[in-house]
């Protein structure tokens, strides 16, 4: 009995350490939630930016309703390019999005995502984004740009 237990205790150690050789060796930090961000460009016909440049519009006429957090989420107003401005808002889930902007009819933003585990936190990427059921190139920073009647 004496052998066996440190014989036993010998072999859990050396097989734990076969295990580690595959996975990742990770600090012991704390990952916050993954998320991506979404940039949106609200436009009229002729493509000049209408978000908040002509007065009519005020940052409180727009809405953004979450299908998942059953709430509006907040956004922010990118304005660093200064002829451009973005409406900034974050996901960290596949979620379905209600967009309206003063009285005008709301539309949906459809995002879907998938959680990639290549480091210790894993990413999110955006796999599919749809607006009022069309599909939308994929671009690098995530920016949809919505064309208003």
């Known amino acids: 009995m004496k052998i066996i237990y440190p014989l036993f205790i010998l072999s859990i150690f050396m097989m734990s350490c076969n295990n580690q050789e595959n996975d990742k ?50 956004f922010n107003v990118d304005s660093t390019i200064s002829t451009t401005r973005y409406i900034s808002f974050k996901t960290s889930i596949s979620d379905e999005f209600i967009i309206k902007v003063g009285t005008v009819l709301s539309d949906t933003l459809k995002v879907e995502t998938k959680f990639l585990d290549k480091d210790c936190c894993g990413t999110l990427q955006i796999t599919k984004l749809s607006f009022n059921n069309k599909v939308l190139p994929l671009t690098a920073d995530n920016t949809i740009v919505w064309e208003k009647p």
């Open 25 to 74: 060796i990770c600090p012991t930090a704390l990952c916050a939630p993954p998320t991506q961000n979404l940039r949106l460009k609200i436009t009229d016909k002729g493509l000049s930016n209408l978000i908040f440049n002509t007065g009519r519009l005020q940052q409180a006429d727009l809405s953004i309703y979450s299908f998942r957090l059953k709430e509006n989420i907040s």
